[in-house]
């Protein structure tokens, strides 16, 4: 079978936003909420996207282990895997870090630090206004190199090897926000004040900063899984 990019999906609406588009170019294939994940083999690349589950919740869903379990061994495969807020915590947790649950309260665009250049942050150093919304946070696994922080999140982003988590949401596009405004529960305008759920879209339309770090990490990313096509 030829290699396919695999998203993991812990959420049936989820739809991998600029990750997807910027991917697109690729033959991919999902997995939502599954167990029976593909053989190292057949992937070129992992995407783990968000969900609103807490990533200790292995018990509840069990698919949450079955991602742990393959990111793991596509690290010692030298897979990329990259893995975005839950699937931030996921590699970090399965890495080692350590998970807390319900610490912070982060919805909306907030400042990033980038600290160092990494090519799936589009080597951007310096502040990034981002989209996060979490609660939980994972510690720097043993070994990672901490690539972002923030006011309320020392580890917004890690590398170890051939993963890459980051505790925002770069994928964010204006259908990912449209589809946490209404049917994600609680939506984004339960949660914050409509207006200021607006001009958070229209900064992730609209940002040339942001734009551009989403379209070179992206796609630097998807080099990267090519090259194993």
């Known amino acids: 079978m030829a290699r396919s990019v695999l998203f993991i999906k812990h959420i049936e609406y989820e739809t991998g936003g600029h990750a997807t588009t910027l991917l697109s170019h690729l033959p991919t294939r999902e997995a939502v909420l599954e167990t029976a994940l593909p053989p190292l083999d057949d992937i070129a690349g992992i995407v783990i996207t968000g969900g609103q589950m807490s990533a200790a919740e292995v018990d509840r869903f069990p698919s949450l282990q079955a991602t742990a379990d393959l990111a793991l061994r596509a690290i010692d495969a030298d897979v990329p895997v990259l893995g975005i807020c839950l699937g931030h915590q996921i590699i970090g947790r399965a890495l080692g870090g350590v998970h807390r649950e319900g610490v912070v309260d982060a919805v909306g665009i907030l400042d990033i630090e980038l600290l160092e250049p990494d090519p799936w942050l589009g080597d951007h150093v310096g502040r990034l206004g981002a989209m996060r919304?979490?609660?939980?946070?994972?510690?720097?696994?043993?070994?990672?190199?901490?690539?972002?922080?923030?006011?309320?999140?020392?580890?917004?982003?890690?590398?170890?090897?051939?993963?890459?988590?980051?505790?925002?949401?770069?994928?964010?596009?204006?259908?990912?926000?449209?589809?946490?405004?209404?049917?994600?529960?609680?939506?984004?305008?339960?949660?914050?004040?409509?207006?200021?759920?607006?001009?958070?879209?229209?900064?992730?339309?609209?940002?040339?900063?942001?734009?551009?770090?989403?379209?070179?990490?992206?796609?630097?990313?998807?080099?990267?899984?090519?090259?194993?096509?």
Do not use: I, K
């Not at 609660?135 to 090897?161: C, E, I, K, M, Q």
């Open 133 to 229: 919304w979490n609660s939980d946070v994972v510690s720097l696994p043993p070994g990672a190199r901490l690539l972002a922080r923030s006011a309320t999140v020392d580890n917004d982003a890690f590398r170890y090897g051939s993963a890459l988590g980051m505790q925002f949401h770069l994928e964010a596009d204006d259908r990912v926000m449209r589809l946490w405004d209404s049917v994600a529960s609680p939506t984004l305008s339960e949660l914050r004040d409509p207006d200021a759920v607006a001009e958070w879209r229209a900064h992730l339309a609209s940002d040339e900063t942001l734009l551009g770090v989403v379209e070179r990490g992206f796609g630097a990313f998807a080099e990267a899984c090519a090259a194993r096509l």
